[in-house]
């Protein structure tokens, strides 16, 4: 399975410069936010493929105006073929915006969601904007990631264990 992820920045490389053979071998986009929603769109059109994405810090244009033909996966599991994709966008809080968290105010998010992950018996793909924390943060807020993606995605390993278990 071939995924394209994508964030923060708009790729010359596939938009002004984009040939059909670009695209081809690849089953579906992740988009980890902060791109415009015409970028997305683009993408979407050209390589006749599900978009998937979750917003960035940056993303408050999302609010008037959403990719069009892009799956919002934020906040949210979504089963795509039989892969659980989970979604969790925004940034450390450092201001008041609609996609940015404090560490509680992520981990709320995450309880909202739990059940879906029960049922889904956990997830295979987790995209975020921000890193888990220890994993590629910087010194800066925006740039620092979150402890509560450690304790999901380690929760989530078990969940999967305990699902592949046979009771015999």
Wanted: hydrophobic fraction near 35%; aromatic fraction near 14%.
């Amino acid at each position: 399975m071939k995924i394209l992820v994508i964030s923060d920045y708009v790729n010359p490389y596939l938009y002004e410069y984009y040939t059909p053979n670009k695209l081809k071998d690849i089953d579906f986009i992740i988009s980890c936010g902060d791109l415009p929603a015409k970028y997305l769109e683009f993408l979407v059109t050209v390589a006749n493929k599900p978009l998937f994405y979750v917003h960035g810090n940056h993303d408050t244009a999302y609010l008037q105006h959403a990719p069009d033909g892009c799956v919002d996966i934020d906040g949210r599991v979504y089963d795509y073929k039989g892969l659980r994709i989970a979604g969790l966008g925004g940034s450390m809080k450092y201001h008041d915006s609609p996609y940015m968290y404090s560490e509680s105010e992520m981990q709320k998010r995450i309880n909202r969601f739990k059940p879906s992950l029960w049922i889904a018996k956990g997830l295979d793909i987790l995209v975020t904007h921000s890193p888990a924390y220890g994993y590629g943060d910087m010194t800066y807020l925006p740039h620092t990631g979150f402890s509560c993606f450690n304790d999901l995605l380690e929760k989530n390993l078990i969940l999967q264990k305990c699902a592949t278990k046979s009771p015999f």
